[in-house]
């Protein structure tokens, strides 16, 4: 199995900055994905990041909003720029090898 | 987007007790999982059931799977308080690559 680990764990920020959230696997995962999971949800999917290229974004998600970045095998990032209090939410990234889904701890985000 | 639906949405049983989450979904799967989610913590993978399997066991856990209703179910017996939390079923679309879908979740409350 992967170990993902992803940083920062949590952070408060000013509404109208950016964030950027780091996500590191340990082995070699076919595909890579960010979810969002806000207060009392279920974990819907972002986008699935693609190496070397643009990410796939899912319905209601936009690259300005939430560019990511895929420049290896290994390890992906996801912004959430131009954040609001609307944005507050745990964002968690996952590793896939086809078989399995290995997640990462996730980011608590806070906008204020 | 979201595939899988679950039931019931919440379940309080007391300890002792088994406790049974139901999901479905809409597409075609390869695989079925379900993961435990504690309070604002990170996902716990559960168990993974194939596309081609119909029932699988992991200690107190049972998993089924009916890819005729499209529909699976997790099964904990003999519930213990420290199996309080979220429960959600995660499908892996065969449609337009392989994405991980999650379900909205059972939360289970299990009282000593």
């Known amino acids: 199995s992967a170990v993902i680990s992803q940083k920062p764990s949590r952070d408060i920020c000013q509404r109208g900055t950016s964030l950027t959230i780091q996500c590191q696997v340990d082995?070699?995962?076919?595909?890579m994905f960010w979810y969002r999971q806000q207060p009392g949800q279920s974990l819907t999917l972002i986008a699935t990041?693609?190496?070397?290229?643009?990410?796939?974004?899912e319905s209601g998600f936009v690259i300005d909003k939430f560019p990511i970045s895929r420049p290896n095998l290994t390890f992906s990032t996801l912004t959430v720029s131009n954040m609001s209090p609307e944005d507050s939410s745990i964002y968690l990234c996952s590793g896939t090898d086809r078989r399995e889904a290995f997640f990462g701890q996730g980011t608590r985000l806070t906008v204020v | 987007s979201q595939q899988g639906e679950e039931d019931p949405q919440a379940l309080s049983i007391q300890e002792g007790e088994n406790a049974t989450m139901n999901c479905s979904y809409k597409?075609?799967?390869?695989?079925l999982q379900w993961y435990r989610q504690n309070s604002g913590r990170g996902l716990v993978h559960l168990i993974l059931?194939?596309?081609?399997?119909r029932e699988k066991h992991s200690g107190r856990l049972r998993v089924t799977l009916d890819t005729s209703k499209k529909s699976s179910s997790l099964l904990i017996t003999a519930s213990r308080a420290a199996d309080t939390a979220s429960y959600f079923c995660?499908?892996?679309?065969?449609?337009?690559?392989?994405?991980?879908?999650f379900g909205a979740g059972t939360r289970l409350f299990v009282k000593a």
């Open positions: 059931i194939r596309s081609n399997e």
């Open positions: 082995s070699q995962v076919t595909m």
């Open positions: 990041a693609n190496q070397g290229s643009e990410a796939t974004y």
């Open positions: 995660a499908t892996d679309e065969r449609t337009g690559g392989f994405k991980t879908i």
């Open positions: 597409t075609s799967i390869n695989n």
